[in-house]
């Protein structure tokens, strides 16, 4: 608490540095904190308890926890989370009694990896006097806080000495401010002698009482390190230092094997002190000590690292605070604290301090073979030549100890090993190396008759490590029997070493040394005549180290080196030995690197060797543990690394070693080693063709072939300090999933490697980080990225994928890399997402030493965009003598080249480049061209764009040509292919930059190249643009390109958003890339990595009145866009157009319908679907290609798109539903069946029309009368030739009918009598008019002039010019509008002048609202605006030679939004009848009092919340038929369920089959409607005969039988956004036949459909996807499963079969629905394969408003399973006793074939037995309960048993 100084550097004066004074507030909080713990503190010490016993310390201890927590009087016990906790008691089981004996906290609870016994507030130190400034940083004095001491000796002063070393590097150490203590004395890191950097990224906050120490990182003030968290403790032989961390992404400390990469934090403790011993699972310290750890704190990438230079024997303690203690024996604290951007960053300033790793020779980076006891060099040669023989790169062998006489260095075995010298030069002679192994420790075993050299000169020399005295050498034992150890911190044991090395290499010339055993290992503890007793050897603290003593198995802690106590510097013994080794190769390979591989390292051993992970196992855990540790070393600064492939102990198995091998192909260092006594395990010993060998031989091609990239990876390491095997964090740190990945691993930026570690796995789960990656052997592109994927990995493959954005250089392989090195070179060309990639290549001998510091190398950067490679070189300070050149140049990702230019020096070379194209790969090799290493070459390619690829450049009105396309920028090329455009684009207009991506989405400015190019293009570019991308959802986003200095039109359809994005990163279906060369936006799928959405293609245009989109489509499954007639449901990708522009247009091929819906719906290629809505209203078109890729033309807005996830279609209406608005509800008795005619004479004629009906008892429950009923087709009036209809009406409706009405939007504004609904329209200004000011836009529709006698035989246009009059549109979006509406719908229902001609309407019925007119634009004059009628680009529309105005109102015409705001019809024309159905439905029910039903002409995405839709003005034709189903499915995926097309057709006559087949179809649809126009024969069903009567009323009574069905699905389209009309693929996506079904629907999820749609067909064939389906009419099983099955189909007859699984409510027929639903309610379970089924039912009065929002309803789910059926009502304030839905049947199919012996039903209560019927032949149980007097809500259960369950 308290006085606490905040530290930091300045450029020109140091802060201010000492204790922080009292402020009087302080005090005042410091008096009432210390009276809280006078009081406190006593409570604590009445609540303690008993201690636990103490036990024998020699045995292991369960503590008892006590019963309560106690303190020591003298302690200052906070409550501290468990969590915070420091362990008091690190070295034995905790008790009470020790902790009260520290003066420590004892609250024993939770598990005992939480310390019971923490520290109290009264340890640690605190601040002495002032802060003192120095040149460097600053000094502060520490005095100890009295407390028990932990291990006796305690400092009590202590100085603390900072310093500001670089703006990255803070350095703080603690030592004894009275007498010097041993420091680690480092190679590389020198005493600081600078003055403090600035400015400095950091800031230091010292606290005085107690002291702590924080490091602030001051871009973001986030605290790094924070001592506070524990008491800092510094004694002679016990130092700890806790600190928090700011995150759990701790990396590093070693050497342990670590079972992942990301540290588990839970209460861990590593011990680190060099120790021979053998790698396993248990945390052991291992051979050497790496103190450093690296902390990444966020997905910034901001990380940090620590070092603690200290070599004594010390642990590390991890909790998860997060926090770190480390505790060590001796030496000081000394801390260095690294601070950077990235963790590759941190690592960099890391090895900055302590010295960067060496360059290795290039040969080490080739393969090594190694084996302990070959036994004979015989045995050894074998092994040599059968890899050679086997072709197997191999460039290294190794020897280990049994090559020595004796086990003694510097000898080789005569007998064994004669001949070796010989054997040597055999290697060198085949281009090979090798590398000796020699350990330290020195066989003392000389004599006068057997002198040993080494040792007598090494005696001589006086150069052992020495016992306690400092002058008797130790003696151990170790390989050769009694040794001796070399102080090689002594000088003279490194000339002495060197000496050696020469001597023996003048015999046996070796390439490289393997140090081995240098932790130092000893076969005795402490030396033969073991250890005294001292304080060193048996310190007071000693940490988790294995066997629990510091001698085990090494030398005794007080022996003597030149550098101090063994004690202090045991973990630098291989440091040390590697020092003297690199100078040793300096005496015996002058100028050369050599290689020296080391098993104990120290932080900087990698400036002089590399390491292997040690003597490990063939187990398949040794080999996933082996990435961790080559990771970990990867940031030690030793990336020469590798673990023994296929393990050292144990024999190996085929399969783990031929894994080892794939993966160890990709070490840094890559040997195979073997222990004495085991099988062989090199390739070649498994025989000449097998799987392993070949697969060896393949995987180290190939890392041949990629040595100069890992070359230039070591030579970054060697100069910059980068990592070479990479772990994907420090690429990928914005990925939290890439945080804690150690079964992958990169090699530098650029190569994924994904290996299998199990055994028996042919896949494993990969993480694939987020970029584009290509699979290194195929060159395809993986469709992944940033998910986790199952990669199948068969026995030979391991994942090698190659990132886009990176260049590699490679080399021809071969056998040796003496041999590979003279090979051609060439390149891996990886273009990322926006076409570009950078490489480079460093190139020197290989071999010379210093060539980096000397300036004595090749350094080249390779850069590829736009089409270009450059080729730089940054240094040419070397020539290869090879003459290299680079052969040949792979290219991933792209189109084909073509026109390939080589430059050298800006002049075009005389090569003719060949190139190799897979168009299916995208894969393009260049060949023939020689680009000389060193020099500076540019190469140049265009792309050969492919027909399918091509974007059309001229799809305007006037057709393109040479000279229209070239000015354009575009490429002219004539195809014979139907379809491909001649003028294509070849170049982008636009560029993106400022790209920003966050939580909540994305934005970029998108900016306009050049206008030259675009000013060609239809109208005005707009230069500069911008692009949000919203993730809305998980499973939705948005993305907007607008201009954001110029307000544009928006479509003003509002939709159901949130607020603010309540997606997360985590939960995100999608992943979204903004990418550029061009610009495009890519939205991927997470789980499949499939892209759903690649906008970057050629052709993006934003011009005022011209705007061009297109992207590329994840298959050719594609359903959607409307309104037009189609004839597929899967939309065509071969070059078709189709213009969307609300038009009245009866349906035909490629003509704009009606209604506008620029959505679609797609499948990908594994049956993940997705939606995608533009919301744009503007006239547009849009062309599909078989690349296959879509491009959208709009004319004016801007681009609004929304995505929808899925992944099931049903999911994505669903989704989509939820945005625009779910369906609206409509009354049951909209579903009944509708009789409709435009030619009516009369009233008298639809009483007999009705009276016909009943009389035939075809059931009917809505009459319809098209605009005969009005006067002259005007709207609100009556014709007196319907005098009588509103008495009709009353008595349809008396008997249960309905009656819907026509209205048309068109108002005459020509009438000579008082016409209210123009009047009050001009009172009330509704009408649209032209702008600025100007008059009504007059147009003519239906109706008539006043007083004119019509001459029906003249020609259509003679008649609208002479008789039709003048009209006025409503603007529907204005309010006066709707009001004026609503007034005159209440005036028609309740006529205030003339009651008794009220039409007591149930619905209305839109039409001619898209909206037509029956001039051009408008009377004459016409329209004024030409450009805006006919716009600089007309999309593919009907009439498109007429422009935008044919058949509708001028353009320019004017409206204005709710919110005053004026809008241009041009915008907002196909949003009329969008506009119209609201204020029109809201009509219907504040008139009527119910619910009623719209049904408009005009729609628009989100018209389904509002109305049902029919599809307009057929024909009667056969083809009309399929056509019917096909729209109803597109309607069902535009979001509105109410839907169903004139059956019989609405123009021309209705032939009778046709009409028969049609009212069966009819029968199934929503809205089931039967229409024609005047003029034509009745259709309607009593206008046939008998037997056409007989058919229709038994196909309409089958509907009225499923009604109740029909209406759930209708509740739960619009409660859940289902469809209703459904495609089969939407139930059956994983069987790929549905998706291009479309002559049969299914209702919902169980009821299909198999019409018959064609003349004279008895039969139909008929799809039934994989599940059980049931004839509809019999019940029985059909057994037909994911096949076509041909079905009878009789004239009388329409195939339906209800799907296994399910469970149908329906309700006995009757003449209308107002009857119908008085009836018995049934079901009919039709159950699956495991005799289960379930349905759900809807039920409320079927016609008041929002039932079901205000709760008066009812809802039930049926579930049937183990012989029962169940209800489970979910809500019912509906049904009741009083008000009863009376159960009467309940049918059972695929009951099975034994008998049912009986049938209960449990009903209130109450247990009854119906009668039941069952046939074993058809498998069907019938229940009947009419005469039981069961109401529904009252059903409990139905239980059946067949004899067997008795």
């Known amino acids: 608490m308290g006085w606490r100084a905040r530290l930091q550097g300045c450029s020109q004066t140091m802060a201010r540095r000492r204790w922080k004074d009292f402020t009087t507030l302080e005090l005042m909080l410091s008096v009432l904190l210390l009276m809280v713990f006078i009081i406190t503190i006593p409570l604590f010490v009445l609540s303690a308890q008993d201690s636990l016993e103490s036990k024998d310390p020699g045995t292991v201890v369960t503590p008892d926890?006590?019963?309560?927590?106690?303190?020591?009087?003298?302690?200052?016990?906070?409550?501290?989370?468990?969590?915070?906790?420091?362990?008091?008691?690190?070295?034995?089981?905790?008790?009470?009694?020790?902790?009260?004996?520290?003066?420590?906290?004892?609250?024993?609870?939770?598990?005992?990896?939480?310390?019971?016994?923490?520290?109290?507030?009264?340890?640690?130190?605190?601040?002495?006097?002032?802060?003192?400034?120095?040149?460097?940083?600053?000094?502060?004095?520490?005095?100890?806080?009295?407390?028990?001491?932990?291990?006796?000796?305690?400092?009590?002063?202590?100085?603390?000495?900072?310093?500001?070393?670089?703006?990255?590097?803070?350095?703080?150490?603690?030592?004894?401010?009275?007498?010097?203590?041993?420091?680690?004395?480092?190679?590389?890191?020198?005493?600081?002698?600078?003055?403090?950097?600035?400015?400095?990224?950091?800031?230091?906050?010292?606290?005085?009482?107690?002291?702590?120490?924080?490091?602030?990182?001051?871009?973001?003030?986030?605290?790094?390190?924070?001592?506070?968290?524990?008491?800092?403790?510094?004694?002679?032989?016990?130092?700890?230092?806790?600190?928090?961390l700011p995150s759990a992404n701790v990396y590093g400390l070693g050497e342990q094997v670590h079972q992942q990469y990301r540290h588990d934090m839970n209460w861990k403790t590593w011990p680190i002190f060099a120790r021979d011993t053998t790698p396993n699972g248990d945390g052991t310290n291992l051979y050497g000590a790496q103190t450093f750890f690296l902390c990444l704190e966020d997905a910034s990438g901001l990380s940090f690292g620590v070092f603690l230079m200290n070599s004594n024997a010390m642990e590390v303690a991890l909790q998860p605070t997060p926090a770190i203690t480390y505790r060590t024996i001796g030496g000081i604290l000394d801390f260095y604290v690294f601070l950077g951007n990235t963790p590759e960053q941190v690592v960099q300033e890391y090895l900055e301090l302590i010295g960067r790793p060496a360059l290795p020779s290039y040969w080490a980076l080739g393969f090594h073979l190694s084996r302990y006891d070959y036994g004979t060099l015989e045995s050894m040669r074998e092994v040599v030549q059968r890899n050679r023989v086997a072709r197997l790169p191999y460039d290294v062998q190794h020897a280990d100890i049994d090559y020595m006489h004796e086990r003694k260095d510097f000898t080789y075995d005569p007998v064994n090993y004669k001949g070796f010298p010989e054997f040597v030069k055999e290697l060198h002679n085949n281009s090979q190396k090798l590398v000796i192994i020699v350990d330290p420790a020195i066989s003392n075993n000389s004599s006068p008759s057997n002198p040993y050299g080494p040792y007598d000169r090494g005696s001589g020399a006086k150069i052992w490590v020495n016992a306690s005295d400092g002058l008797t050498p130790l003696i151990g034992e170790v390989w050769p029997g009694k040794t001796v150890f070399p102080d090689y911190t002594n000088p003279s044991c490194a000339v002495w070493w060197a000496k050696e090395f020469e001597l023996f290499h003048n015999k046996i010339e070796f390439d490289g040394i393997w140090i081995d055993m240098n932790e130092v290992s000893n076969f005795v503890d402490g030396s033969i005549s073991g250890c005294s007793t001292s304080h060193l050897n048996y310190p007071p603290f000693v940490p988790r180290i294995l066997d629990g003593y510091l001698f085990s198995k090494s030398l005794c802690m007080d022996a003597v080196q030149h550098w101090g106590k063994q004690y202090d510097v045991h973990n630098l013994y291989g440091y040390s030995m590697a020092i003297a080794t690199a100078e040793a190769v300096k005496t015996v390979f002058p100028n050369k690197r050599s290689f020296i591989l080391t098993r104990s390292t120290f932080a900087g051993s990698g400036k002089f060797a590399a390491h292997w992970l040690g003597d490990n196992a063939a187990t398949w855990n040794d080999l996933r543990w082996s990435i961790p540790g080559m990771l970990e070393f990867n940031l030690f600064g030793i990336p020469m690394v590798g673990a023994d492939i296929c393990g050292f102990a144990l024999d190996t198995s085929e399969e783990l070693c031929r894994r080892w091998m794939q993966l160890g192909a990709f070490y840094p260092f890559s040997r195979n080693h073997n222990g004495q006594?085991?099988?062989?395990?090199?390739?070649?010993?498994?025989?000449?063709?097998?799987?392993?060998?070949?697969?060896?031989?393949?995987?180290?091609?190939?890392?041949?072939?990629?040595?100069?990239?890992?070359?230039?990876?070591?030579?970054?390491?060697?100069?910059?300090?980068?990592?070479?095997a990479r772990p994907l964090m420090h690429e990928f740190y914005g990925d939290s999933s890439t945080w804690d990945v150690h079964q992958q691993f990169l090699w530098g930026p650029g190569l994924l490697i994904t290996p299998v570690l199990d055994e028996g796995a042919e896949k494993v789960m990969a993480y694939i980080p987020d970029a584009v990656w290509y699979d290194y052997e195929t060159g395809a592109r993986a469709r992944w990225r940033k998910q986790r994927v199952e990669m199948g990995l068969p026995a030979d493959k391991i994942g090698l994928h190659l990132r886009g954005g990176h260049i590699f250089p490679t080399q021809q392989p071969a056998t040796t890399t003496v041999a590979s090195r003279r090979n051609p070179l060439g390149l891996i060309i990886a273009l990322d997402e926006n076409k570009e990639a950078k490489g480079e290549l460093f190139w020197d001998d290989g071999e010379t030493k210093d060539t980096v510091a000397n300036q004595v190398y090749l350094l080249c950067e390779f850069s590829v965009t736009q089409n270009r490679l450059d080729v730089k070189i940054l240094q040419s300070t070397y020539k290869d003598p090879n003459n290299l050149v680079f052969k040949e140049i792979k290219i991933l990702g792209t189109q084909e080249p073509t026109n390939v230019i080589v430059k050298h020096n800006g002049i075009p070379s005389q090569t003719s480049p060949n190139v190799t194209y897979d168009s299916n790969l995208q894969v393009a090799l260049i060949t023939e061209i020689d680009l000389i290493l060193g020099e500076a070459y540019t190469v140049e390619w265009d792309l050969k764009i492919r027909d399918e690829e091509k974007i059309d450049c001229f799809p305007d009105e006037s057709g393109a040509s040479a000279a229209n396309c070239t000015a354009r920028g575009c490429a002219w090329e004539a195809s014979s292919s139907p379809g491909v455009p001649f003028c294509y684009f070849v170049n982008d207009l636009y560029s993106v930059s400022d790209v920003q991506y966050d939580s909540h989405g994305a934005t970029a400015t998108i900016s306009l190249k050049s206008s030259v190019y675009a000013s060609a293009l239809p109208s005005v570019p707009v230069t500069s643009l911008r692009l949000r991308v919203t993730y809305h959802k998980n499973d939705m986003l948005q993305f907007k390109i607008y201009d954001p200095n110029n307000n544009r039109y928006e479509v003003p359809v509002p939709l159901n958003i949130p607020r603010v994005p309540s997606?997360?990163?985590?939960?995100?279906?999608?992943?979204?890339?903004?990418?550029?060369?061009?610009?495009?936006?890519?939205?991927?799928?997470?789980?499949?990595?499939?892209?759903?959405?690649?906008?970057?293609?050629?052709?993006?245009?934003?011009?005022?009145?011209?705007?061009?989109?297109?992207?590329?489509?994840?298959?050719?499954?594609?359903?959607?866009?409307?309104?037009?007639?189609?004839?597929?449901?899967?939309?065509?990708?071969?070059?078709?157009?189709?213009?969307?522009?609300?038009?009245?247009?009866?349906?035909?091929?490629?003509?704009?319908?009606?209604?506008?819906?620029?959505?679609?719906?797609?499948l990908e290629e594994d049956g993940s679907a997705h939606g995608v809505l533009l919301l744009n209203s503007n006239a547009m078109d849009v062309t599909f290609q078989p690349l296959p890729a879509l491009t959208y033309r709009t004319i004016g807005g801007i681009l609004d798109f929304y995505v929808f996830l899925?992944?099931?279609?049903?999911?994505?209406?669903?989704?989509?539903?939820?945005?625009?608005?779910?369906?609206?509800?409509?009354?049951?008795?909209?579903?009944?069946?509708?009789?409709?005619?435009?030619?009516?004479?009369?009233?008298?004629?639809?009483?007999?029309?009705?009276?016909?009906?009943?009389?035939?008892?075809?059931?009917?429950?809505?009459?319809?009368?098209?605009?005969?009923?009005?006067?002259?087709?005007?709207?609100?009036?009556?014709?007196?030739?319907?005098?009588?209809?509103?008495?009709?009406?009353?008595?349809?409706?008396?008997?249960?009918?309905?009656?819907?009405?026509?209205?048309?939007?068109?108002?005459?504004?020509?009438?000579t009598q008082p016409y209210p609904a123009f009047t009050r329209g001009v009172e009330d200004d509704v009408f649209i008019k032209a702008p600025n000011g100007g008059g009504i836009v007059w147009g003519k529709v239906w109706p008539d002039f006043p007083d004119v006698v019509i001459n029906a035989s003249l020609d259509w246009d003679s008649q609208v010019e002479l008789y039709r009059a003048y009209v006025a549109f409503p603007d529907f979006f204005r309010n006066s509008t709707t009001t004026w509406w609503k007034r005159e719908l209440q005036e028609l229902y309740t006529n205030p002048q003339n009651p008794e001609r009220s039409l007591k309407f149930d619905g209305m019925w839109i039409d001619m609202n898209e909206p037509a007119s029956f001039v051009n634009g408008a009377v004459p004059p016409g329209c004024r605006d030409a450009t805006m009628n006919h716009p600089p680009y007309m999309p593919h529309l009907e009439s498109r030679d007429k422009g935008l105005s044919s058949k509708t109102l001028c353009m320019e015409s004017e409206q204005v939004l709710p919110d005053g705001s004026r809008v241009r019809h041009y915008d907002v024309h196909s949003l009329y009848g969008w506009a119209q159905t609201r204020p029109t439905y809201e009509a219907v029910q504040e008139v009527t009092g119910q619910r009623g039903i719209v049904i408009t002409r005009s729609t628009f995405p989100s018209s389904g919340r509002w109305g049902g839709h029919w599809l307009g003005d057929n024909t009667a034709a056969w083809d009309q038929l399929k056509k019917s189903i096909i729209g109803m499915m597109e309607f069902s995926l535009f979001g509105i369920s109410y839907t169903g097309a004139d059956i019989c057709g609405f123009f021309q006559d209705a032939e009778y089959e046709m009409c028969v087949r049609w009212m069966q179809l009819g029968a199934f649809?929503?809205?089931?409607?039967?229409?024609?126009?005047?003029?034509?024969?009745?259709?309607?069903?009593?206008?046939?005969?008998?037997?056409?009567?007989?058919?229709?009323?038994?196909?309409?009574?089958?509907?009225?039988?499923?009604?109740?069905?029909?209406?759930?699905?209708?509740?739960?389209?619009?409660?859940?956004?289902?469809?209703?009309?459904?495609?089969?693929?939407?139930?059956?996506?994983?069987?790929?036949?549905?998706?291009?079904?479309?002559?049969?629907?299914?209702?919902?999820?169980?009821?299909?459909?198999?019409?018959?749609?064609?003349?004279?067909?008895?039969?139909?064939?008929?799809?039934?996807?994989?599940?059980?389906?049931?004839?509809?009419?019999?019940?029985?099983?059909?057994?037909?499963?994911?096949?076509?099955?041909?079905?009878?189909?009789?004239?009388?007859?329409?195939?339906?079969?209800?799907?296994?699984?399910?469970?149908?409510?329906?309700?006995?027929?009757?003449?209308?629905?107002?009857?119908?639903?008085?009836?018995?309610?049934?079901?009919?379970?039709?159950?699956?394969?495991?005799?289960?089924?379930?349905?759900?039912?809807?039920?409320?009065?079927?016609?008041?408003?929002?039932?079901?929002?205000?709760?008066?309803?009812?809802?039930?789910?049926?579930?049937?399973?183990?012989?029962?059926?169940?209800?489970?009502?979910?809500?019912?304030?509906?049904?009741?006793?009083?008000?009863?839905?009376?159960?009467?049947?309940?049918?059972?199919w695929g009951v099975g074939s034994v008998s049912i012996s009986s049938v209960s039903i449990s009903v209130s209560g109450m247990v009854i037995t119906p009668t039941f019927t069952y046939n074993p032949a058809t498998q069907v149980l019938s229940i009947d309960v009419t005469g039981r007097d069961i109401s529904l809500h009252n059903f409990i259960s139905l239980t059946w048993r067949s004899t067997l369950n008795f």
């Open 65 to 244: 926890p006590g019963t309560a927590s106690t303190t020591p009087n003298s302690a200052v016990c906070p409550v501290v989370d468990e969590a915070e906790r420091i362990n008091c008691i690190p070295d034995q089981p905790p008790t009470k009694a020790t902790c009260d004996q520290r003066g420590c906290c004892w609250r024993p609870q939770g598990t005992i990896n939480v310390p019971w016994c923490y520290y109290s507030r009264s340890h640690g130190y605190q601040g002495e006097g002032d802060v003192v400034k120095t040149n460097a940083g600053f000094t502060a004095q520490l005095k100890r806080l009295p407390s028990p001491s932990l291990f006796g000796n305690d400092v009590n002063n202590v100085l603390l000495t900072a310093e500001y070393q670089t703006s990255n590097r803070f350095h703080f150490k603690l030592t004894d401010q009275s007498k010097d203590r041993y420091e680690v004395p480092h190679e590389h890191v020198q005493p600081f002698k600078g003055d403090a950097a600035s400015p400095l990224t950091y800031e230091v906050e010292v606290s005085k009482q107690p002291f702590s120490i924080k490091v602030i990182r001051t871009s973001n003030n986030r605290v790094l390190l924070d001592s506070g968290i524990g008491p800092l403790l510094f004694a002679d032989q016990f130092l700890q230092f806790s600190t928090r």
């Open 677 to 724: 006594g085991y099988k062989a395990q090199d390739p070649a010993s498994f025989g000449a063709d097998s799987l392993l060998l070949n697969s060896s031989r393949h995987y180290l091609n190939i890392r041949y072939t990629l040595l100069p990239y890992l070359y230039t990876l070591f030579y970054r390491a060697h100069s910059r300090g980068d990592t070479v």
């Open 1063 to 1162: 997606s997360t990163s985590e939960s995100q279906l999608y992943d979204v890339l903004i990418k550029k060369n061009p610009f495009g936006i890519e939205i991927r799928r997470k789980s499949t990595g499939t892209v759903i959405w690649d906008s970057q293609l050629l052709g993006f245009t934003f011009n005022d009145m011209f705007i061009r989109i297109s992207t590329r489509l994840p298959s050719q499954y594609l359903y959607g866009f409307g309104e037009t007639e189609h004839t597929a449901f899967r939309r065509d990708l071969n070059w078709h157009t189709w213009g969307m522009f609300s038009r009245d247009q009866p349906p035909g091929y490629k003509k704009n319908s009606y209604g506008v819906h620029p959505y679609y719906m797609a």
């Open 1206 to 1311: 899925g992944p099931t279609p049903e999911l994505v209406t669903q989704q989509y539903t939820e945005m625009i608005g779910r369906p609206v509800m409509v009354p049951y008795w909209s579903l009944g069946f509708q009789l409709c005619r435009y030619g009516y004479q009369n009233d008298s004629e639809i009483a007999s029309l009705y009276d016909e009906m009943v009389a035939a008892q075809i059931p009917y429950d809505v009459q319809y009368s098209d605009i005969d009923y009005m006067e002259r087709q005007l709207d609100f009036t009556l014709s007196p030739k319907f005098a009588g209809f509103p008495a009709l009406i009353t008595r349809m409706k008396a008997n249960g009918m309905r009656v819907i009405l026509i209205l048309d939007p068109a108002i005459s504004g020509n009438e």
């Open 1565 to 1788: 649809y929503p809205f089931s409607r039967n229409h024609n126009t005047i003029g034509t024969r009745r259709q309607d069903p009593v206008s046939w005969n008998a037997t056409f009567e007989d058919i229709s009323r038994s196909v309409l009574q089958t509907r009225y039988t499923l009604l109740p069905y029909l209406y759930t699905l209708m509740h739960l389209a619009h409660t859940e956004g289902s469809t209703v009309v459904r495609p089969l693929l939407h139930e059956f996506v994983s069987d790929r036949v549905t998706w291009n079904v479309d002559s049969q629907f299914l209702l919902g999820p169980a009821f299909l459909v198999s019409p018959v749609l064609e003349p004279n067909a008895r039969n139909v064939t008929a799809y039934f996807p994989r599940a059980r389906w049931y004839d509809y009419y019999t019940g029985v099983d059909i057994g037909a499963r994911a096949e076509w099955k041909s079905l009878p189909a009789p004239l009388d007859h329409i195939n339906l079969h209800v799907r296994g699984g399910y469970i149908l409510p329906w309700q006995e027929p009757a003449q209308n629905t107002h009857l119908s639903r008085q009836k018995f309610i049934g079901f009919k379970v039709a159950l699956d394969d495991e005799g289960a089924a379930k349905g759900w039912l809807f039920w409320d009065d079927g016609q008041s408003i929002d039932t079901y929002g205000k709760g008066h309803y009812y809802l039930a789910n049926f579930s049937a399973s183990q012989n029962m059926m169940q209800s489970h009502i979910v809500f019912n304030k509906y049904i009741t006793d009083a008000n009863p839905l009376k159960l009467g049947y309940v049918e059972i």
